[in-house]
């Protein structure tokens, strides 16, 4: 069984300071999602990587697919309120079109 | 990106009914998947729809409980029966349109009291 943990599970933090949030599996993926979940929604993606030691950014927000496809990382400089909210990987597996979901970090910004 | 709606969008039900959710793709979809989310959870996938045929439900779920319908291309239902408090969830369908592009409907939050 293929499994994402996510570390952390819970953060809180000052507006202003960076975090990083990290995704990790013993399985190999042929492709790695990053969403971001308010309350009351469904999950909206912000990103797919699928080349192993890839680095993708989106304004203050850089993501990184590990080299061997098995962890990722999504790191957020100068925090706002804004990006609070439910982090969630998701990996397809090889040879299935199933996503797998991480366990979820769930993120507080504090202005 | 793509438009999803789902109906309704929140529910409150009496343990041992059943409440049908609605999803609706404004483009055609082979596949659709349905998510559950339990309280401050990830997702789960319960099951995979494809038109005509029947879906095909991940392991715990079984179709007596969570009866899945895909009439057309773009719509969907899935049906929670027999609800207990244990089903209380939010439940989200996704239209699949390739590896890079997964996107979620706005969910149906559920509550059985």
Same mark, same amino acid.
Request: charged content about 15%; overall charge neutral.
């Given at each position: 069984?293929?499994?994402?943990?996510? %570390?952390?599970?819970?953060?809180?933090?000052?507006?202003?300071?960076?975090?990083?949030? =990290?995704?990790?599996? %013993?399985?190999?993926?042929?492709?790695?999602?990053? =969403?971001?979940?308010?309350? *009351?929604? &469904?999950?909206?993606?912000?990103? +797919?990587?699928?080349?192993? &030691?890839?680095?993708?950014?989106?304004?203050?927000? +850089?993501?990184?697919?590990?080299?061997?496809?098995?962890? %990722?990382?999504?790191?957020? +400089?100068?925090?706002?309120?804004?990006?609070? *909210?439910?982090?969630?990987?998701? &990996?397809?597996?090889?040879?299935?079109?199933? =996503?797998?979901? *991480?366990?979820? +970090?769930?993120?507080?910004?504090?202005? | 990106?793509?438009? !999803? $709606?789902?109906?309704? $969008?929140?529910?409150?039900?009496?343990? /041992?009914?059943? @409440?049908?959710?609605?999803?609706?793709?404004?483009?055609?979809?082979?596949?659709?998947?349905?998510?559950?989310?339990?309280? /401050?959870? $990830? #997702?789960?996938?319960?099951?995979?729809?494809?038109?005509?045929?029947?879906?095909?439900?991940? $392991? /715990?779920?079984? !179709?007596?409980?969570?009866? !899945?319908?895909?009439?057309? #291309?773009?719509?969907?239902? @899935?049906?929670?029966?027999?609800?207990?408090?244990?089903?209380?969830?939010?439940? @989200?369908?996704?239209?699949?349109? /390739?590896?890079?592009?997964?996107?979620?409907?706005?969910?149906?939050? @559920?509550?059985?009291?």
């Amino acid at each position: 069984t293929q499994l994402l943990e996510q %570390s952390p599970q819970f953060l809180s933090i000052q507006e202003g300071e960076n975090l990083t949030v =990290y995704c990790n599996s %013993s399985s190999v993926f042929s492709s790695l999602q990053w =969403y971001r979940q308010e309350p *009351g929604e &469904g999950p909206v993606l912000l990103v +797919t990587v699928v080349t192993g &030691g890839e680095v993708k950014k989106l304004k203050r927000l +850089t993501f990184q697919f590990g080299d061997a496809r098995k962890d %990722s990382s999504l790191h957020i +400089t100068a925090a706002q309120p804004g990006d609070t *909210g439910l982090y969630l990987c998701a &990996g397809v597996g090889s040879g299935t079109y199933k =996503y797998i979901f *991480g366990t979820g +970090t769930r993120l507080k910004v504090l202005a | 990106s793509a438009v !999803i $709606s789902q109906k309704p $969008s929140r529910d409150i039900c009496q343990r /041992g009914t059943s @409440l049908t959710i609605q999803c609706q793709v404004d483009s055609q979809v082979t596949m659709m998947f349905w998510y559950r989310q339990q309280p /401050g959870q $990830s #997702l789960t996938l319960i099951a995979t729809a494809n038109q005509g045929s029947e879906a095909t439900y991940e $392991s /715990g779920f079984v !179709i007596d409980k969570f009866p !899945i319908s895909r009439p057309n #291309l773009t719509f969907s239902t @899935l049906t929670v029966s027999n609800m207990s408090p244990e089903d209380s969830s939010i439940y @989200l369908c996704s239209p699949f349109r /390739g590896f890079c592009e997964q996107y979620f409907g706005p969910g149906t939050r @559920l509550t059985v009291t």
